[in-house]
T-cell receptor, first 109, second 115 residues
Framework: GQNIDQPTEMTATEGAIVQINCTYQ??????LFWYQQPAGEAPTFLSY??LDGLEEKGRFSSFLSRSKGYSYLLLKELQMKDSASYLC??????????WGAGTKLIIKP | ETGVTQTPRHLVMGMTNKKSLKCEQH?????MYWYKQSAKKPLELMFV???????ENNSVPSRFSPECPNSSHLFLHLHTLQPEDSALYLC??????????????FGPGTRLTVL
């Protein structure tokens, strides 16, 4: 079957670093996406990884290991506005997105 | 501003009502999607339209009926819904469905409550 696992909720402190993990088992693999969804708002695209390694984009970085079926999203210098749910999704062999349930990130001052 | 708009933002309806959700994309994309998002559950893909043709229907109950009159507009017609249908309904669009790098852009959603 197809499955995406990520923690339900995480708490971090403003200014700190947090890593949100995602493990996946899907039929075929055509890349992994991370989206940010603030409460009551639309999910917005953050990153796409299809090759192993780290992709850095400002304060956010995303890592992929295809052999381990594992990805993480790293957020540095946390700001209060980073409080949101972070959704992990993989694209399977049919180019369909398989979604995780999301990780709610709470930032404390 | 994501370029995808949805109306209404909130909807409360009884089980015998008929209502429609509307989505419009201003991005020149070729595919549009309806998703259901329930609390603490993964996004559930309901319908996909590519170039106005329905290409995916993930066993959604017939009380949900999609309509895509053109590549910029998508509707979800609702009738005789059940309380368990209460959820956030998200619309998305993408440029190149079937391509690995195709990115979906979402609207803000319609929060639906069925009494």
């Amino acid at each position: 079957g197809q499955n995406i696992d990520q923690p339900t909720e995480m708490t971090a402190t403003e200014g700190a670093i947090v890593q949100i993990n995602c493990t996946y088992q899907t039929s075929g693999f055509n890349g992994l996406f991370w989206y940010q969804q603030p409460a009551g708002e639309a999910p917005t695209f953050l990153s796409y990884n299809v090759l192993d390694g780290l992709e850095e984009k400002g304060r956010f970085s995303s890592f992929l290991s295809r052999s381990k079926g594992y990805s993480y999203l790293l957020l540095k210098e946390l700001q209060m506005k980073d409080s949101a749910s972070y959704l992990c999704a993989t694209m399977d062999s049919n180019y369909q997105l398989i979604w995780g349930a999301g990780t709610k990130l709470i930032i404390k001052p | 501003e994501t370029g995808v708009t949805q109306t209404p933002r909130h909807l409360v309806m009884g089980m015998t009502n008929k209502k429609s959700l509307k989505c419009e994309q201003h991005l020149g994309h070729n595919a549009m999607y309806w998703y259901k998002q329930s609390a603490k559950k993964p996004l559930e893909l309901m319908f996909v339209y590519s170039l106005e043709e329905r290409v995916e229907n993930n066993s959604v109950p017939s009380r949900f009926s999609p309509e895509c009159p053109n590549s910029s507009h998508l509707f979800l017609h609702l009738h005789t819904l059940q309380p368990e249908d209460s959820a956030l309904y998200l619309c998305a669009s993408s440029l190149a469905p079937g391509q690995p790098t195709d990115t979906q852009y979402f609207g803000p959603g319609t929060r639906l409550t069925v009494l």
